[in-house]
C-alpha cells in the first residue's frame, strides 16, 4: 500500500482509496466498483465528510428492521469487503445473520475470495457460493443469490447497491436497507430504509445503535418504524446538504 502521511488534509479518504486499490489488486474489487467509489466521493464532498442528522435517524430505523427481522441477511459486494469487512462481521454477529456474497459484476473467481477475505476475517457465516436461486426481473448473472440467504430473507442489508436489484428486492416483498452517499440515485429512493452515508460511518454507527437497542430489549421499537418514511428522510437529507453548501466558506 502506499504510504499516506498521516498529517495529510485528505487523510482519510486517500486511505480508502489506497484500500480500493488494494482490493481491486487482490481480486475483490472490481475496476467499475473503483469508478462507483468516485461517485460516492463527490456526495461525500457535499455532505461535509460527515453523518447527517437525517442518516441518524435511518440508522435507528434500519437498526430496528434489523432486529426484529426473522431472517435478516448482510449482502457483501467487493468494495463493502475492501472499505467495511471487520465492520459486516461484527455486525452479522450482534444481530446473528448471514452475509452474503452478492458481487454486481460476478466471476466465480471475485466471490470466492471475498468469501475467503470473510472467513479470514473471522466471518462464521458466509453464503453466496452456490447462487442457486435468482432475483425475479433481472437478467444474468447478476440476478444470482442464495436460495436460503437474501432469496429467503425478509430484511436484506445491502450496502452500496444497485438500483435495479434494490428495486427487484423491494418488489419481492422484502425490507431493503441501503447505504449510499447519493441521495437520488435509484437504490436510495427504492429501499425501505436508505441511510445516507459513507460506508465506513453508517456500519460503525449502526453497530453502535444496534448495540444500544439489545441492551435497552426493545423499548419503543415499533414506534419508530411507523413514523419512518424513507422518501421523507430523503428530503430531510437534500436540506441538509443545501443548507450546508448555502453557509460554505470558499
Ligand atoms: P443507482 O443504480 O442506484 O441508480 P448508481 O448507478 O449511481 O445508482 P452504482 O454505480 O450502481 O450507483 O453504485 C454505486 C453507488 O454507491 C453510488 O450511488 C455511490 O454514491 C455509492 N457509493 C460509492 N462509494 C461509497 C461509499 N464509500 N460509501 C457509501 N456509498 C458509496
Ligand atoms: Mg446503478
Redesign the pocket.
Known amino acids: 500500500m502506499f504510504r499516506i502521511p498521516k498529517t495529510h488534509p485528505r487523510y482519510e479518504s486517500l486511505i ?1 482509496r489506497e484500500k480500493l486499490v488494494a482490493g481491486m489488486e487482490a481480486g475483490i474489487t472490481s475496476k467499475q466498483g473503483l469508478i ?2 468516485g ?3 463527490a ?1 461525500d464532498y457535499l455532505i461535509g465528510e460527515r453523518t447527517l442528522k437525517a442518516a441518524r435517524r435511518a440508522t435507528e430505523a434500519a437498526a430496528v428492521l434489523l432486529l426484529t427481522a426473522k431472517k435478516p441477511v448482510i449482502s457483501v459486494n467487493g ?1 463493502v469487503a475492501a ?1 467495511a469487512v471487520k465492520e459486516v462481521i461484527e455486525l452479522s454477529e450482534l444481530i446473528n445473520a448471514p452475509l452474503e456474497v452478492n458481487v ?1 459484476y460476478r466471476t466465480e473467481e471475485r466471490a470466492r475470495r471475498i468469501k475467503a477475505l470473510l472467513e479470514k476475517q473471522g466471518a462464521e457465516k458466509v453464503l453466496g457460493d452456490k447462487a442457486d436461486a435468482r432475483i425475479p426481473g433481472i437478467e444474468h448473472a447478476r440476478a444470482k443469490v442464495d436460495r436460503e440467504g437474501i432469496y429467503s430473507a425478509d430484511v436484506v442489508l445491502a ?6 436489484r ?1 428495486e427487484a428486492l423491494v418488489k419481492m416483498g422484502k425490507k431493503v436497507i441501503t ?4 441521495p437520488l ?4 429512493r427504492h429501499a425501505t430504509v436508505s441511510i445516507v ?4 460511518r ?1 456500519m460503525k454507527n449502526l453497530i453502535s445503535v444496534v448495540e444500544d437497542k439489545k441492551k435497552k430489549k426493545g423499548e419503543g421499537k415499533a414506534n419508530l418504524l411507523d413514523d419512518y418514511d424513507n422518501k421523507e428522510n430523503l428530503k430531510e437529507v437534500i436540506k441538509e446538504i443545501v443548507e450546508r453548501l448555502k453557509g460554505v466558506e470558499l
Open positions: 480508502k462507483a467509489h461517485r460516492g466521493e456526495f468494495n472499505l454486481f450496502p452500496l447497491e444497485d438500483g435495479d434494490c447505504i449510499d452517499l447519493n440515485s435509484r437504490t436510495s452515508d459513507d460506508i465506513e453508517a
